[in-house]
C-alpha cells in the first residue's frame, strides 16, 4: 500500500490470481501481449436492439472501458474482431485507441494474422475472448482462450477460463484485471491512467 492508493502490492495481486484460476493460468496470462475481443456478447451484452433507422444500438459497459485502457497503459495491445460492421462499435474503439479493429470479418483467423501483423504480435502472446461458433477458430489459434457464462458447450470445451461476469456487464474488465495482476502491472497501470499517462510509443488505430 502506499499514499491514497490502497492497491496491491505486485505479489500480492499474482496471488490473488493464483488463488482465482491456478498457477498454471497465472503464468499463462503473464506473458499476454495481445487481447483480442469479439463484440456482441463480449463488448456487449448479446442482445440487439434496432434504431429507427435500422442501426444496430450497442450498449458498453464503462468499467470494462476504464480496464481496456489499463491494458494500453501496461502495453497490452487490444483489438476488436467481430463479424458485424457498426459505427457504434468503431467509435468505442477508437476512443479506447485500440491498436486494431477488424469488422465485418467471418474469416476470422485471415484477419487474426491482419491483426498480429499490425500489432506486431503473435498467436504465442494472444488472448481471444469469444462467445459463439464462429470463433472457434480464433479461440483454437490463440494461446488462451476466455468465454463467458452461457457460451455453447463447444465453445466452452476449447476455452481455458470461463469469466463470472457476462459479457457487458463486466467480463471483460475481469479478463483485463487478470492479466494485469498476473503481470504484476495492475496497480502501476491504474496509477499511471490517474496521473494522465500513457505508452511513450502512442500507436496509431489500424484496420
Known amino acids: ?7 496491491p502490492d505486485a505479489e500480492t495481486a499474482r496471488c490473488e490470481v493464483i488463488e482465482k484460476v491456478g498457477d498454471g493460468l497465472c503464468r499463462r496470462l503473464a506473458r499476454i501481449e495481445l487481447c483480442v475481443f469479439d463484440c456482441d456478447g463480449i463488448l456487449t451484452p448479446a442482445n440487439l436492439f ?3 433507422d435500422g442501426e444496430a444500438l ?3 459497459n464503462a468499467r470494462d472501458g476504464l480496464g481496456l485502457m489499463m491494458l494500453r497503459a501496461a502495453r497490452v495491445a ?24 477488424q469488422m465485418g470479418r467471418f474469416d476470422k483467423i485471415e484477419a487474426l494474422e491482419e ?3 499490425a500489432t ?13 461458433l464462429l470463433d472457434l477458430p480464433a479461440l483454437a489459434a490463440a ?7 452461457g457460451a455453447p458447450d463447444e465453445v466452452q470445451d476449447v476455452c481455458d477460463w470461463t469469466t463470472g461476469a457476462t459479457g457487458g456487464e463486466g467480463a471483460v474488465r475481469e479478463v483485463c484485471d487478470l ?21 511513450a510509443d502512442d500507436p496509431e488505430v489500424t484496420h
Open 1 to 7: 500500500m502506499s499514499g491514497r492508493w490502497p492497491l
Open 50 to 52: 434496432y434504431g429507427a
Open 58 to 60: 450497442k450498449e458498453f
Open 78 to 101: 487490444r483489438a476488436v474482431l467481430t463479424g458485424r460492421t457498426s459505427a457504434m462499435v468503431e467509435r468505442r474503439c477508437r476512443d479506447l485507441r485500440f491498436e486494431a479493429i
Open 115 to 117: 491483426i498480429w501483423r
Open 120 to 132: 506486431g504480435t503473435t498467436a504465442d502472446v494472444t488472448l481471444y475472448m469469444g462467445d459463439d
Open 143 to 149: 494461446a488462451l482462450a476466455i468465454t463467458v457464462p
Open 179 to 199: 492479466v494485469l495482476k498476473a503481470r504484476g502491472a495492475h496497480a502501476d497501470a491504474i496509477r499511471a491512467l490517474a496521473a494522465g499517462g500513457k505508452p
